[in-house]
Every structure is written in structure tokens, then in C-alpha cells.
């Protein structure tokens, strides 16, 4: 059982076009980092949000932690071809303070 | 070098071999972190050192797995008498000061295939 549970696990859109990503657990988190993953490259980190309910911007990417601090999404307006990756999410929870990662949701924008 | 550098970028190995996976992890950062990345499986953490020392190693899948850390510096990820099971890329990061909010800097990783 992961986590973090993040969907959807792939994604594929036209350049333009709005999406979101979700990471969910059931699980507490003292905080939870977004990175993002290119081919044949280690993740590089995005944003932590700390704060239940806390909303970060990142250029057009929106990151939001839930009230409970038990998920968080990534809202990118207008994606580009640019933001193709894999998108990560991480935090230590459940009594461990090593970071865990879902799985990831891969993102492709076509031109 | 600025970022975490990891060696060698790319190893193909028989099975049965011995293998050394290095980590240069960014200077002044004192944890240092090795995960396993497989297709569709995300990152899956292998061991933590806090200097020279490795508090958590829980994530180490068999006893052929073992890694240290020297001078809390350079560390070093050994997997004796490979299996194919073991191909995946395997990825170092460092931070700044140890978990869990601490964020990671990762290397490159080093693509390991067993044939």
C-alpha cells in the first residue's frame, strides 16, 4: 500500500489546457514537497507547502495543502510543452521521518 | 560541482558481479539519501546517513545491499552478486540538514542493468 496515492497516473493534453494533479493519504504530514522528474534526470524540487490549506504559486503552477495536511494538488493553467514530466509528490508520515514518494502522474503537452 | 554528481551515469553488469555506485553529494550538506527508482514502481528509499552515520537503513532489500558514507562526504552504494531484479535507476540526494522537511537534492542517478 503507497502513502501517497497520486492520480492520474498519466496524462496527456494539447498545449493550452488546464489540469490538476492529486496526492491523498490517509496519513498526516508535517509538510509536503511537489518535484518534478525529466528523462534521464533526478527529481528537482518544486515547492514544500507547510501550513494546512495553504496555497503556493509557482509561475502558472498552483499548489494547495488540504486542511488536514493529509493531501495537496497541482493546478498548472495553460501548460506548455515546457512543463512535460513526471510530477512527484513527498512527505514523511505514519511515525517515519523519511521522506516517501508516490508514484507520480507523467505529464505530456503537445505542441 | 554546484549539484549532488553521481557515478557511473550508466552500468550494465552480468549477473552474478559486484557492483559500486558513487554519490558526490553537495558540499555542507550534511544527510544524504540513496532511493530506487523502477518503471512504474516511483522512488523506493533505500538508506539514510546523517554524516557518517546511517540511523535508517530499513529500506536496504536483501543483505547483498550495503552502502557507507565517508569524511561526511562522498558515499558509496555496493550490491554484491547482482540479480536481474536489481536493474533500476538508483538516485542520490543530499539536504542541507536531515528529515523530514529538509528538501532534497537529487543527482542524475546511475542507470543499473543486470543482463
Given at each position: 500500500?503507497?502513502?501517497?496515492?497520486?492520480?492520474?497516473?498519466?496524462?496527456?493534453?494539447?498545449?493550452?489546457?488546464?489540469l490538476?494533479?492529486?496526492?491523498?493519504?490517509?496519513?498526516?504530514?508535517?509538510s509536503l514537497?511537489?518535484?518534478?522528474?525529466?528523462?534521464?534526470?533526478?527529481?528537482?524540487?518544486?515547492?514544500?507547502?507547510?501550513?494546512?490549506?495553504?496555497?503556493?504559486?509557482?509561475?502558472?503552477?498552483?499548489?494547495?495543502?488540504?486542511?488536514?495536511r493529509?493531501?495537496?494538488?497541482?493546478?498548472?493553467?495553460?501548460?506548455?510543452?515546457?512543463?512535460?514530466?513526471?510530477?512527484?509528490?513527498?512527505?514523511?508520515?505514519?511515525?517515519?521521518?523519511?521522506?516517501?514518494?508516490?508514484?507520480?502522474?507523467?505529464?505530456?503537452?503537445?505542441? | 560541482?554546484?549539484?549532488?554528481?553521481?557515478?557511473?551515469?550508466?552500468?550494465?553488469?552480468?549477473?552474478?558481479?559486484?557492483?559500486?555506485?558513487?554519490?558526490?553529494?553537495?558540499?555542507?550538506?550534511?544527510?544524504?539519501?540513496?532511493?530506487?527508482?523502477?518503471?512504474?514502481q516511483?522512488?523506493?528509499?533505500?538508506?539514510?546517513?546523517?554524516?557518517?552515520s546511517?540511523?535508517?537503513?530499513?529500506?536496504?532489500?536483501?543483505?547483498?545491499?550495503?552502502?557507507?558514507?565517508?569524511?561526511?562526504?562522498?558515499?558509496t552504494?555496493?550490491?554484491?552478486?547482482?540479480?536481474?531484479?536489481?536493474?533500476?535507476?538508483?538516485?542520490?540526494?543530499?539536504?542541507?540538514?536531515?528529515?523530514?522537511?529538509?528538501p532534497?537534492?537529487?543527482?542524475?542517478?546511475?542507470?543499473?542493468?543486470?543482463?
Open positions: 500500500t503507497q502513502l501517497l496515492e497520486q492520480s492520474p497516473q498519466f496524462l496527456s493534453i494539447q498545449e493550452g489546457e488546464n490538476t494533479v492529486y496526492c491523498n493519504s490517509s496519513s498526516v504530514f508535517s514537497q511537489w518535484y518534478r522528474q525529466e528523462p534521464g534526470e533526478g527529481p528537482v524540487l518544486l515547492v514544500t507547502v507547510v501550513t494546512g490549506g495553504e496555497v503556493k504559486k509557482l509561475k502558472r503552477l498552483t499548489f494547495q495543502f488540504g486542511d488536514a493529509k493531501d495537496s494538488s497541482l493546478h498548472i493553467t495553460a501548460a506548455q510543452p515546457g512543463d512535460t514530466g513526471l510530477y512527484l509528490c513527498a512527505g514523511a508520515a505514519g511515525g517515519s521521518y523519511i521522506p516517501t514518494f508516490g508514484r507520480g502522474t507523467s505529464l505530456i503537452v503537445h505542441p | 560541482g554546484a549539484g549532488v554528481s553521481q557515478s557511473p551515469s550508466n552500468k550494465v553488469t552480468e549477473k552474478g558481479k559486484d557492483v559500486e555506485l558513487r554519490c558526490d553529494p553537495i558540499s555542507g550538506h550534511t544527510a544524504l539519501y540513496w532511493y530506487r527508482q523502477s518503471l512504474g516511483g522512488l523506493e528509499f533505500l538508506i539514510y546517513f546523517q554524516g557518517n546511517a540511523p535508517d537503513k530499513s529500506g536496504l532489500p536483501s543483505d547483498r545491499f550495503s552502502a557507507e558514507r565517508t569524511g561526511g562526504s562522498v558515499s552504494l555496493t550490491i554484491q552478486r547482482t540479480q536481474q531484479e536489481d536493474s533500476a535507476v538508483y538516485l542520490c540526494a543530499s539536504s542541507l540538514a536531515g528529515p523530514p522537511n529538509s532534497l537534492h537529487f543527482g542524475n542517478g546511475t542507470r543499473l542493468t543486470v543482463t
